[in-house]
C-alpha cells in the first residue's frame, strides 16, 4: 500500500498573531492544497510525530520517545480540544515492534497533548478525531534531547510498522522550523515555573495559562518590532534542512550535534526531528518524490514555517 507524507511547522499564535493578510491567506492555500491532496489520498490510518511544550510531557519523568495509545488534546492557545481517535491495538503492537527493534521508547495509556498534535489534525484532517491516529511524541525542548540519528531510527522502526498493515498511512511529521520562543529552561527558571516544569503544569489553573497565553503574544509582537529580541530565524538552515528530506540524505543529518542545532537555528528548532523521523518512515515504504514544499519566515509566529509533501514514487 502506498504511503503519504505531510510535514508542516505548528504555532500557537495562529489567530492571535497573524502576518499580513496576503501572507496568511498564501500559507493558508498552501494547508488547503495540502488538505485536498490528503482528502484524494483517503488515508486509514496516521502516523503522528510531534512535539510538546510541557503541556503533556514534564521533567517528573521525561522520556525521549513515547508513543500514546491514548491521546487527549488540552485545548491550549484555542487549539483542537479533545479525544484523539487512537486504535489501542495498533499503538500497544506499535510499542513492541519498535522495542523489537532496540529503539528504546515509553508508552502512555493516558497522553495528553497540545497544539503540536491537534494542529496539523485540525488544520489537515478538519479534525482531531476524524482518521485514526498513532500519536509519537519525540522530546523536542527538554534537555537533554535524543539525538538526529536516534529520532531517524525511531522513525524508520515504526514506518516498517505501520507498512505491514496493508493500509493507506499517512505520515505527518509536526513542527518546527528555526526558531526560539521564550520557552522556559529548568536550569534558570524561578521556584514556581520550576514546579511546573517538574509536572505541577499539567493542570494549569486558567489564569496560569491565560498569562503564559499572554506572555507569548507578547513575545512575537515584541519580535515583529525587533528580531534581535529573541533568537533571530535562520532561513539559510531552514532552506538547507529541507533540501536534506526532499533528496532523501536524511542519514547526513546523522552528523548534526545538538549545540550546533541550537547554536545556529534555535533551541526550539529540534522539533525538526519529528520531520526527520517522519521522512525516515516515509522511505521504508520505498522511492518517494517531492510532491510540493513551501517555505517562509513569519516572525508573527516567532517561526521559519515550512510545509513538505512527499509521495510514493508508482
Known amino acids: 500500500m502506498p504511503a ?6 505548528h504555532t500557537p499564535l495562529v489567530g492571535l498573531v497573524d502576518p499580513d493578510k496576503p501572507i496568511l491567506d498564501e500559507i493558508n ?13 483517503d488515508p486509514e490510518l496516521v502516523l503522528l510525530f510531534s ?8 521533567y517528573d519523568v521525561m522520556p525521549p520517545f513515547c508513543i500514546g495509545t491514548a491521546a487527549h488534546a488540552i485545548g491550549d492557545f484555542g487549539s483542537a480540544k479533545g479525544d484523539l481517535l487512537v ?5 500497544e503492537a506499535a510499542v513492541q515492534y519498535v522495542l523489537d527493534a532496540d529503539i528504546d521508547v515509553a508508552v502512555s495509556y493516558k497522553m495528553q497533548v497540545d497544539h503540536g498534535f491537534a494542529q496539523p489534525l485540525e488544520f489537515l484532517l478538519g479534525a482531531i478525531d476524524k482518521v485514526p491516529v498513532i500519536p509519537v511524541f519525540i522530546n523536542s525542548v527538554a534537555v537533554p534531547l535524543p539525538s538526529f540519528k536516534r529520532a531517524r531510527l525511531l522513525g524508520a522502526a515504526l514506518g516498517r510498522y505501520v507498512a505491514t498493515l496493508n493500509k493507506r498511512v499517512l505520515i505527518i511529521g509536526s513542527g518546527g522550523l528555526s526558531h526560539q520562543p521564550p520557552v522556559p529552561e529548568l ?9 511546573r516544569m517538574l509536572g505541577s503544569g499539567r493542570n494549569l489553573p486558567a489564569d496560569e495559562r491565560q498569562a503564559r497565553t499572554q506572555r507569548v503574544i507578547d513575545a512575537a509582537r515584541h519580535f515583529v ?4 529580541s529573541l533568537f533571530p530565524l535562520n532561513l539559510e538552515w531552514d532552506q538547507w534542512f529541507l533540501q536534506q528530506l526532499i533528496t532523501g540524505r536524511i542519514d547526513e543529518l546523522d552528523l548534526l550535534s545538538n549545540q550546533e542545532v541550537s547554536e545556529k537555528a534555535g533551541k526550539s528548532t529540534h522539533e525538526v526531528k519529528n520531520w526527520v523521523a517522519a521522512t525516515a518512515a516515509m522511505a521504508t515504504f520505498g522511492d518517494y518524490q517531492k510532491k510540493s514544499s513551501y517555505y517562509r519566515p513569519v ?16
Open 4 to 9: 503519504l507524507l505531510q510535514c508542516l511547522s
Open 29 to 41: 492555500g498552501v494547508i488547503a492544497e495540502a488538505r485536498k491532496e490528503i482528502e484524494a489520498f
Open 51 to 58: 512535539p510538546d511544550h510541557y503541556n503533556g510531557f514534564f
Open 87 to 91: 486504535p489501542a491495538e495498533l499503538a
Open 187 to 195: 536550569m534558570t527558571a524561578n521556584e514556581l515555573v520550576k514546579d
Open 225 to 228: 518590532a525587533d528580531q534581535n
Open 299 to 314: 516572525p508573527e509566529w516567532i517561526a521559519g514555517y515550512g510545509a513538505l509533501t512527499l509521495t510514493s514514487v508508482e
